[in-house]
């Protein structure tokens, strides 16, 4: 609990503020969701201020106590609960401690590209979390240095590794086949999110935040809206991890998808049971259903049908391979996808893309085949007769 004289005090919205005064007699604030936290903010302001030195630079502290004060800061109030969190392991569980193991007092142009080629040479994680990695350190790095003169040349520096195509793990038809039979025989409504992604190929997250009032039935449509996460409690108070409904992963995924006729009646017969539109639909409660322990439910339900155990998201890759194989064209299934480019899509599902141009040509010979001995243009040898 606060005590009297530390210029802490709770506020009527709930935060909590500190109070620093200023030489020249002024006072400076910080705030933040909890007592700890804020009183942690303050003491980095009041040594700041002792040391005469700017807040947000490296000169301000050691290269490990910047990242630290860029983390609290107020990046948990600018960035969704679950990118935080990214952020947050990120951090703690690479960038902080290379430069305390590594005793670097200050940020510079070498031990960035250090860093980096540690990041980049690291066995044990994959190029993507490699990417992801050096993006948040580049980020972290582009706000502490702002009105540094080594802005410039600690960014350029950073070498981003090259990501190898997506290993895209999806079910064959047949393995779809049974799982859906497993669904539809368990009569257990949770189960249509199960559904719901194989033919639309929306997230689990973005499953677990349906509600009712997102789908259209006239229409025959649904809008994809919130997304559900667990994430980890930052406020040191209760629970460990605590459940949140936001805003899906980025703006193209917020969208609005068209439903098959099988899925709008399978959701109009559970609807029967539910008026309230604000419902979560595989919840049917105010309340929506824990990704994590849908993932369990999923498990379950792959033991029950005889398939190999997968990652949910592989029913999201399993969309996208029937829908390229049925000749979906890349832009319209990137937009149903949520992908906010083509690119990322066309990096994604290069592989399937190019088993699809196999199969085109293999058409295109046997149809060369098959009139081989009446076309004009058959081949003799190495001669074409004409």
């Known amino acids: 609990m606060p005590r009297r004289g530390e210029n802490i005090y709770k506020r009527k919205d709930g935060r909590w503020e500190g109070r620093v005064l200023r030489p020249g007699g ?10 700890k936290e804020v009183k942690e903010k303050k003491k980095l302001l009041q040594e700041a201020i002792y040391r005469n ?7 301000a502290r050691n290269a490990a106590e910047a990242f630290t004060a860029w983390l609290n800061g107020n990046l948990m109030n600018r960035v969704k609960a679950s990118t935080y969190e990214s952020y947050y392991r990120c951090m703690t569980g690479y960038i902080i401690p290379f430069y305390q193991e590594q005793g670097h007092e200050q940020i510079s142009a070498q031990t960035t590209m250090d860093f980096s080629s540690r990041i980049n040479q690291h066995q044990g994680i994959s190029g993507s979390y490699k990417r992801k990695i050096l993006t948040i350190y580049k980020t972290a790095l582009r706000e502490i240095l702002k009105d540094s003169n080594e802005y410039s040349s600690v960014l350029n520096a950073i070498v981003m590794p ?6 895209v793990q999806a079910f064959t038809v047949k393995e779809q086949r049974l799982i859906e039979k497993a669904v539809i025989d368990s009569h257990d409504k949770r189960l249509l999110g199960i559904l719901l992604c194989f033919y639309t190929g929306i997230r689990l997250g973005e499953a677990c935040g349906l509600k009712w009032g997102d789908i259209d039935f006239e229409a025959g449509a649904m809008v994809v809206a919130r997304t559900v996460s667990r994430v980890k409690n930052f406020n040191e108070t209760g629970e460990k991890t605590s ?7 980025s703006a193209h995924s917020i969208r609005k998808i068209p439903l098959p006729g099988f899925l709008l009646d399978l959701a109009r017969k559970y609807r029967m049971d539910s008026s309230n539109e604000d419902y979560f639909v595989l919840s049917d409660g105010e ?17 029950r049908s005889g398939v190999r155990s997968r990652k949910f998201h592989a029913i999201r890759h399993t969309f996208a391979t029937r829908a390229l ?8 299934l990137s937009e149903i996808l949520g992908h906010s480019n083509v690119s990322i899509t066309l990096n994604i599902y290069a592989h399937s893309m190019f088993d699809q141009k196999k199969k085109a040509i293999a058409k295109l010979n046997a149809m060369y ?9 058959a081949v003799t040898g190495s001669v074409v007769n004409a």
């Open 162 to 167: 090259r990501v190898a195509g997506t290993d």
């Open 53 to 59: 030195d700017p807040v947000h630079t490296h000169t």
């Open 26 to 35: 002024k006072y400076q604030y910080v705030y933040s969701k909890t007592y």
């Open 369 to 377: 085949v098959m009139h081989t001995e009446t076309s004009p243009f």
């Open 243 to 249: 459940l949140t409904v936001g805003t899906p992963k």
């Open 325 to 332: 194989e049925l000749g979906v064209d890349i832009k319209t």
């Open 287 to 303: 309340i929506p259903l824990d990704p994590r322990k849908y993932q369990k439910l999923f498990q379950a339900t792959l033991k």
